[in-house]
T-cell receptor
Framework: NAGVTQTPKFQVLKTGQSMTLQCAQD?????MYWYRQDPGMGLRLIYY???????DKGEVPNGYNVSRLNKREFSLRLESAAPSQTSVYFC??????????????FGAGSRLTVL | TQLLEQSPQFLSIQEGENLTVYCNSS?????LQWYRQEPGEGPVLLVT?????EVKKLKRLTFQFGDARKDSSLHITAAQPGDTGLYLC????????????FGDGTTLTVKP
């Protein structure tokens, strides 16, 4: 049971280049998320998809686009990378528990450096 | 606006000591989760608390949800080097349109 799989694990880009981070989950979860994690700033939500066919902006969506390709896959695209987008990116998925809690399962992260 | 404030930000202690990490907010949460993250990995769920005043124990870790559901604490008894990591609280506030928000985390180092 792989859980949440992200690719690539590491990537170095030059300013202005584009790239797509891929994420897939095998837990049949309805909701998927993209977060970025920077030192001292915790996890900040970029975009999320509450269910297949829907996407919504999070706290820091500028400079990013997402695609919920199907129930399993949720990709994050940087159209024109900037040094401020240097970060570790985490994909997560979730489903609502009977208690009403929304528990996230995370991937291992993708470390992106923009020069 | 940071909905969840964690303290302390950094904590370095000796093996065998006790510690408490706090997660506070002015907002009411329907539930709170605690995650632990090791270097190079994603956060992993430790516990979920949903009822005001609830206390949950996980071996040497004790989690408490405040009566008003605005705060939570994590207490570790007799810390071990294996407890080293980043501890994150997260939750869904009634005022945040159903989106989970994370605290900035507490980096714990337990020295042998």
């Amino acid at each position: 049971n792989a859980g949440v799989t992200q690719t690539p694990k590491f990537q170095v880009l030059k300013t202005g280049q584009s790239m797509t981070l891929q994420c897939a989950q095998d837990m049949n979860h309805n909701s998927m998320y993209w977060y970025r994690q920077d030192p001292g700033m915790g996890l900040r939500l970029i975009y999320y998809s509450a269910s297949e066919g829907t996407t919504d902006k999070g706290e820091v969506p500028n400079g990013y686009n997402v695609s919920r390709l199907n129930k399993r896959e949720f990709s994050l695209r940087l159209e024109s990378a900037a040094p401020s987008q240097t970060s570790v990116y985490f994909c997560a998925s979730s489903d609502w528990e009977s208690s009403g809690a929304n528990v996230l399962t995370f991937g291992a992260g993708s470390r992106l450096t923009v020069l | 606006t940071q909905l969840l404030e964690q303290s302390p930000q950094f904590l370095s202690i000796q093996e065998g000591e006790n510690l408490t990490v706090y997660c506070n907010s002015s907002s009411v949460f329907s539930s709170l989760q605690w995650y632990r993250q090791e270097p190079g990995e994603g956060p992993v769920l430790l516990v979920t608390v949903v009822t005001g005043g609830e206390v949950k124990k996980l071996k040497r870790l004790t989690f408490q949800f405040g009566d008003a559901r605005k705060d939570s604490s994590l207490h570790i008894t007799a810390a071990q080097p294996g407890d080293t990591g980043l501890y994150l609280c997260a939750g869904k506030a009634y005022t945040n349109a159903g989106k989970s928000t994370f605290g900035d985390g507490t980096t714990l180092t337990v020295k042998p």
